[in-house]
């Protein structure tokens, strides 16, 4: 529901966005049709509408080379039987830039070949709309870098081949608005910063890779993250962080049908989790949760161990959190462990402010106005030292 409210509000309002990216440098010369491979530096002066036949609409070989859309739409204008439909093919090291990709089942397509092994491509200044895949990544190992881009109704913004690629994809200043999966970590890391996520189905499934998010907003999604241990017999989440980063307003954070998020490594600093419609638990190795705000939502945090046959004791720290007006616990941790929790604030939780048995009390924790309980396993404070100071005769 939170998907389906507000995102014909949330399209109209970029409309300004979607018209208005600045046009390019000459062009190469040539009036470029589909079905062209790309060899040089080239500008479209024209939309392109190709038909949706087996090969792509553009293919670019040249290593250097920027394809610069010149404010245009390569488009698919027919239909596409086989389901196999390409927009822009990129078998080297180049940059796509400047217009929009439409309607194709895999809008931009890196690949590898027998003659060809791109390392590092680049788009900017684009707009993928409706494609079932927007950018996906079939063969090889590469880098993709993508920045102040917008991604609307594509069935999968970033993808890739399972088993037959790997890389790092990066993503820098991006709205990702209406997909049905947002990102996929699967034999990548997935590196985000100052990026916009909202009304997506999913933001980011993790099989098997890492997914790093800095300074970034996910807003108004119906699932945050889908977080696996063992997908395909085998995959691992070996990182998943959020620094500096807004969660609000999500229909879930895990789906329902795998409720727990399960890293090998959870970090959580300085970001804000409210007003979403569950809580979160959390089965990891390590975690870094430190400096956030847990705050009106329709559950706390739970940690726990990975569901392995032997798991090693949880272990990391949990210090200068505020855990207020959840409903349920505040801080739940359901195993014991080495984790060091400190200086957390848990206030008008429904259920314990911090139920926390077998951890590390690292002191300077307060609880105060939780329904069940404040504090079992640390010691509390009702208010802080601070404000217990300036309370006292003495400090008058």
Known sequence: MRRARGLAAAVMGMAVFLTELPTAWASAGGRVRCGDTITR???????LSCPGTDGPALRVVGKGVILDLGGHTVRRSGPDPMGTSEGILVLA??????????????????????????EHVRLSRLRFIDNRGAIYHRNGHATLTLTDSMLVGNGTGLGSEQDASSGTFEVRSTLFLGQGLALSANLHSVDVVRSTFSFNGTVVWCPYGSITFRSSWLLQNDVVGRIPLGDFGYGFCSVASFTDTLIARNGSLAPSDQPAWEPGNFVLRGSRVTDNDSGLLVRAWTVDIQDDTWWGNAGGLTLADLPEYVPPPLAGTVSGNRFLDNRGDGLRVTVPSTLTVSRNTAIGNTGWGLHVPGVIDGGGNVARDNGAGNCIGVVCASRPVREELQASPVSR
């Open 41 to 47: 530096s080239t500008r479209l002066t024209h939309d």
């Open 93 to 118: 090291d180049s940059t796509v830039r400047n217009g929009t990709i439409r309607g194709f089942q895999l809008g931009y397509v890196l690949d590898a070949d027998g003659q060809h092994s791109p």
